[in-house]
């Protein structure tokens, strides 16, 4: 078994990929705690730099587009859970008027 290489913390570092047009879709090693602001600054590439630029502007739409597909996916599971609470809410109510009447 492979084991992943360790950040300055001593923690396991995260694969992750990079978003920005300048490496689109480019993996990287990096410290776990650099999200909540207390990362050691450990960085490492994983997969070699694209040279050509066609690449790199495709890549980049490709990622956008997929950022855009997750945040729709998330307000439909939105809506939907503030749907359903609503009708729970109308049903409740509507039971508590027949059991008072």
């Known amino acids: 078994m492979r ?3 360790l950040c300055y913390c ?6 992750k990929m990079s ?6 879709g480019r993996r990287f090693l990096g410290c776990r705690r650099y999200e909540i602001g207390e990362g050691c600054g450990f960085f490492r590439w994983v997969d070699p730099a694209i040279e050509e630029e066609h690449y790199k502007t495709l890549l980049a739409a490709l990622i956008k587009k997929s950022d855009r597909c997750h945040c729709q ?13 609503i ?4 049903v409740v109510l509507m039971l508590a008027i027949m059991l008072f009447i």
């Open 10 to 15: 001593g923690l396991a570092a995260d694969h």
């Open 19 to 24: 978003r920005p047009p300048t490496n689109p």
């Open 3 to 5: 084991k992943e290489p």
């Open 87 to 90: 009708i729970a809410v109308v």
């Open 73 to 85: 996916r998330r307000q439909g599971r939105s809506k939907f859970k503030v749907v359903v609470i």
